[in-house]
């Protein structure tokens, strides 16, 4: 397969770069001190707000949007898409800036999908122009969540009302003080078939009965000011024109979500292991023990070799996926979907670690990105669904392709 990017994409990959060094670059010291100071835990960086407006401006804004969803998209498809994700993963905060983050991302996507006009004009709306942030409330910390059907959040009607009671955690994106709505998955009726019990709801965020437990930490880190919330919902009230395409289509509306978020995932993470990757060979180049350069001892050049061929892996099979979403479509690629959303989180790490290996002591300090990077890497082999589960779709998939053979 040919991976040539195509024209369009080349020359918006060339802007996104321009538009990094020429406006982020010179801030991105002052971002990570301001992160860094506990005293602005869940606070925003000011300089947010005035980065976005100039990407809006420059016309990189809402590009994950794929071309199917005319007006409303810039026009990429997946695969011009993956380079411009992969940039942006470079650095780990910057795809706010271009209103291209998870969850907002996934949760736009299942608006302009699945959502009513009012639902498109109330949320979706605000969230495209990046006025507004939200999350997704699906995992439960009482039920193993990675089998979506074991949730147990209710959602009842009650006159004009659906009424929400349940407890959510994981809920990314809860602890910002912008996310002003949640898409919460629920069951709406225990006794239908199994999947066909769930449904999603829009809850704003300033719903009486929702209540913010706590934030997670992802190990040490609190991802501040997105975070991870543990979310009460206890007799939340929204009105039933909140519920999002129908009773019982919560885990069609899941499947659909969770399909470009994994993929987009994927490109961020070629992004942030390319970067680690370049820090490994520079390093590699600066330091010298027993006489001689990093770079020049066997067992370091083993480990950029290696290193090499594992982000090309990520970096092939990501873009391979991304071109069978745009010819064939998220269902039928979800063999593709599964596949990069266990083996390039691994993949990534590994070139991660070892960039952390090369950089002794220094690379598990926060002096540099990769002690962050590797955290974040290594929790995306859980979040969206672990490994395990995507492996058992694929190995569920290819059994079954092998089965119909040899019964040909
Ligand atoms: C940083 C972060 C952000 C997240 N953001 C969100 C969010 O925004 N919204 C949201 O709803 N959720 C979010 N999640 C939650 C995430 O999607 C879940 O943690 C994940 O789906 C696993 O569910 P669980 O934690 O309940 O684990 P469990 O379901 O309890 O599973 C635990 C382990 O069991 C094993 N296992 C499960 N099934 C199988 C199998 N078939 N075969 C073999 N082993 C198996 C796996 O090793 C798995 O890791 C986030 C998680 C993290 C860490």
Known sequence: MNFEYASKSKE??????????????????????????????????????????????????????????????????????????????????????????????????VLAKYGSEPQKEKWLKPLMNGEIRSAFLMTEPEVASSDATNIETSIVLEGDAYVINGRKWWSSGGMDSHCKFAIVMGKTDFNAPRHQQQSMVIVPMDTEGLRIIRPLSVLGYYDSPEGHAEIQMTNVRVPKENLILGEGR????????????????????????????????????????????????????????????????????TLSCASAIDSIGPHKARDLIAMIKYAVPNLAIRVIDRAVQVHGGAGVCSDFILARALASMRTLRIADGPDAVHKRTVARIEVNKSYRHSKL
């Open 12 to 109: 918006l990959q060339a802007k996104l770069r321009a538009f990094i060094q020429e406006h982020i670059v010179p801030v991105e010291a002052e971002y990570i001190a301001f992160q860094q100071n506990p005293e602005n835990l869940w606070k925003r960086w000011e300089g947010m707000e005035k980065l976005k407006k100039k990407a809006k401006q420059a016309g990189l804004w809402n590009l994950f949007l794929p071309k199917d969803y005319g007006d409303l998209s810039p026009g990429l498809t997946n695969l011009e898409y993956a380079p411009l994700a992969e940039i942006m993963g470079e650095k780990i905060w910057i795809s706010e800036v271009f209103n291209c983050s998870a969850p907002d991302t996934g949760n736009m996507e």
């Open 250 to 317: 919560g885990f069609e509306i899941a499947q659909g979500r969770l399909g470009p978020g994994r993929i987009h995932h994927c490109m961020r993470a070629v992004g942030l292991a390319a970067r680690c990757y370049e820090l490994m060979i520079q390093r590699s180049l600066e330091r010298e023990t027993f006489g001689k350069k990093l770079f020049q001892h066997g067992g370091c050049q083993e480990m950029i070799a290696d290193s090499k061929a594992d982000l090309e892996s990520a970096r092939l099979l």
